[in-house]
């Protein structure tokens, strides 16, 4: 890249940064320092106006790079995206004249952050795409049940080649194996035939969709866009796959550690599973009565702590069954609470109106033999006393457990299967991003994903499918998908430097490195999410992307002028990462909240990303202190890039080995996570680290 070529500037004065910020006096300061190919401002630059005299004053002076200082990058893209140049966006109106009250230290703030769009500009180039010689289109669906039917259908109608992998003889999975469903589109409340075998019936008219039952996965090596994909079965095959959408399911609950209301132990006593297959079968004896236990080890720390959602509604249905299948039987259902969300709630209503249907809001004590019958025990909630019941079957609705993604083998260093939460279901940003795993290019649905009714199955393969399209037409244009849409960087490698520490392999949450075999990394780069999660990891530099790198945010702290200690004016480098923490600033200046004026905000793709060179580049140049603000880690709310703010937190020993080598006090660095709502809260931060700072001091680096 050409760093000596200047670029040029154009600063805003529109939407009110005019009247607080003297652009005409920022406008000859710079040109003094920078010597830029030109530095213009105008009063509305977005405005056609303001766009024909950009078009023309670049057309004159002939500029490759451009820095725009007015409103920040996702405000009027269209207007300051020009063709073959490289932009800069600064963003003066909330950052400055939005946050700070109008006079000098305004004024040197909005001198210095331009002067930083400057310096970064200069260290940046455009990123050239990664292009794959051969990218294929074509999807892999691994799971035959409804969400992967669902998945396959959508694909097929969309004009892509869908291959479907199912290890049973047939489609279907669980939910053809019913004798019947619950009606879900309230348009009816009699029990309906299953919908898993129509849609069967429909991938096998599809011309588009491969069917290979009785196969399973052998390994997966590979990227989005050229997946290697070996199939092992009736015939063994390899197919190459653009996009992966795994549907593998879910598989009833069955106790290990503990005993479950006499499963097993007590003749009598059988799960919800097991009693569709019975009914489906016409098996089983004459019943007299029959008692339905709703959250038998759910919501229990014991056996699975959370609700698996649908297990009210099946058991509703199964005392649809036995009234039907025995007229005079009494049927009890012992609940906690009934939970039937949507149209299931109609149905519902309906089975309570059956005489022969009584409903216990209770807790069942002990369950026990009793002669030919089975003695059960409620502890009855509402009447507030004990009862015994005998009945000839319990009918347990015990759950749902996500089936074993390591069944994927993934040839990834970082395992054969997707990452898993503390309940076993596949990892994703389930807040923005529901059907993303750790795995770029693969997708979850259906019961591997959450516990699900088939309506909601079905919707989550056809989510997961049009991510799986948007994948591999990202993948032909060499972009990024969610959260960086449209990125054109990855991850370039500087080997001579390279140590083998396998930082950078260990700590990327997508598993884009794999190794050699000493453990030098080797990229994909269409794994990658450009979070840069592997250029704060890298104690070397190694790592860098076209338009992100250490040099790029480096020459950024420096281009800051820091006041020395006598004009008793700190500063403050503050790094934000660009999904919550810089949103929550901007809207916090937006609700009327201001920024101190003495810190300096650089925004980060992931605080994960943050290297130890920028903090003793900063602490040396003279910054009073350093303040990272970040996603909330967590499962609650969770890091856009999965575990990138967590990162920073165990990063904390290097940084304390940066400041101790630097004799300095730890709290020179400190390090907040907020939400993108918390508006109060990251000023409220900001505030409290600088009073910090003032009773801390100037950093003595000042003087050097």
Not at 126 to 132: C, I, K, N, T
Not at 217 to 233: V, Y
Request: proline share 5%; charged share 25%; net charge negative.
């Amino acid at each position: 890249m050409n760093v000596d070529k200047q670029p040029g500037i154009y600063i805003c004065g529109g939407c009110r940064i005019g009247d607080n910020i003297d652009t005409d006096a920022l406008n000859a300061s710079l040109t003094g320092q920078l010597q830029p190919a030109f530095c213009k401002t105008h009063g509305a630059l977005c405005s056609a106006e303001g766009t024909r005299l950009l078009a023309e004053t670049i057309e004159n002076c002939g500029p490759d790079k451009l820095v725009i200082a007015a409103c920040g990058k996702g405000t009027r893209d269209d207007a300051f995206e020009i063709d073959g140049i490289q932009t800069e966006r600064v963003n003066l109106r909330e950052l400055v004249a939005w946050a700070m009250e109008p006079g000098e230290d305004a004024q040197a703030a909005a001198e210095d952050y331009i002067r930083m769009g400057v310096a970064g500009l200069k260290q940046s180039a455009v990123p050239e795409p990664y292009l794959l010689e051969n990218s294929s289109t074509e999807i892999l669906v691994v799971g035959g049940g409804v969400a992967g039917m669902q998945a396959a259908l959508d694909g097929a109608a969309s004009g892509y080649v869908v291959h479907l992998v199912e290890k049973a003889d047939e489609l279907g999975g669980w939910a053809a194996q019913w004798k019947s469903q619950i009606p879900f589109d309230g348009s009816s409340r009699t029990l309906q035939a299953p919908i898993a075998v129509k849609m069967a019936d429909r991938i096998r008219e599809e011309t588009e969709i491969r069917v290979h039952t009785r196969s399973t996965i052998d390994r997966i090596e590979g990227e989005p866009g050229a997946f290697s994909i070996q199939l092992a079965g009736k015939k063994n095959e390899q197919i190459t796959a653009g996009a992966i959408v795994t549907a593998t399911g879910w598989r009833p609950y069955r106790p290990e550690r503990k005993s479950l209301y006499g499963l097993g132990e007590v003749p009598g006593v059988v799960t919800s599973v097991d009693f569709e297959a019975e009914q489906h079968n016409k098996a089983g004896q004459p019943l007299e009565s029959i008692l339905f236990l709703q959250c038998a080890g759910s919501r229990d720390q014991e056996h699975l702590p959370y609700c698996s959602s649908v297990c009210c509604g099946v058991s509703l249905k199964q005392a649809r069954y036995a009234r039907e299948r025995h007229p005079d039987a009494i049927v009890y259902i012992v609940y906690k609470d009934i939970r039937t969300p949507g149209f299931v709630e109609d149905f519902y209503n309906e089975v309570q109106d059956d005489p022969g249907i009584v409903f216990i809001k209770g807790e069942v004590t002990s369950v026990a033999p009793d002669e030919n019958r089975v003695g059960v025990r409620i502890q009855d909630k509402l009447l507030g006393e004990e009862l015994l019941v005998h009945v000839d079957k319990v009918v347990l609705a015990t759950g749902m457990v996500p089936n074993d993604t390591r069944d994927l083998k993934l040839g990834y260093r970082l395992g054969e299967g997707i990452p898993e939460l503390k309940y076993d279901f596949s990892d994703s940003h389930f807040i923005c991003f529901p059907y993303e795993t750790r795995r770029t290019g693969i997708f979850a649905a259906g019961g591997i994903r959450a516990p699900q009714d088939i309506p909601s199955a079905m919707a989550d393969g056809s989510g997961a499918m049009m991510k799986a399209i948007q994948m591999v037409e990202s993948v032909k244009r060499g972009e990024a998908v969610h959260p960086r849409s449209g990125d054109q960087s990855y991850p370039q490698l500087y080997m001579e430097r390279c140590t083998d520490c396998k930082r950078c392999t260990e700590e990327c949450p997508f598993g884009t490195y794999d190794e050699t075999g000493s453990g030098t990394p080797v990229v994909n780069p269409n794994r990658c999410r450009r979070c840069g999660i592997c250029m704060g990891s890298c104690p070397e530099r190694v790592i860098s992307f076209a338009d992100y790198s250490i040099n790029r945010v480096a020459e950024m702290i420096k281009a800051v002028q820091v006041p020395d200690e006598f004009e008793e004016k700190p500063r403050v480098l503050v790094f934000v990462c660009e999904n919550d923490a810089l949103p929550a600033l901007e809207g916090a200046v937006r609700n009327g909240l201001k920024i101190n004026p003495f810190v300096r905000v650089i925004p980060v793709r992931c605080l994960g990303s943050v290297n130890r060179v920028w903090v003793s580049d900063a602490l040396s140049k003279g910054y009073d202190g350093i303040l990272q603000i970040g996603c909330k880690p967590g499962d609650d709310y969770q890091c856009h890039f999965i575990h990138g703010s967590e990162l920073t937190g165990q990063r904390s020993e290097i940084y304390e080995e940066t400041l101790s080598s630097m004799m300095l006090e730890p709290e020179r660095i400190s390090t907040e996570y907020v939400e993108i709502t918390d508006f109060s809260d990251i000023i409220d931060h900001i505030d409290n680290y600088m009073e910090e700072v003032d009773l801390m001091g100037p950093n003595p680096f000042k003087d050097m």
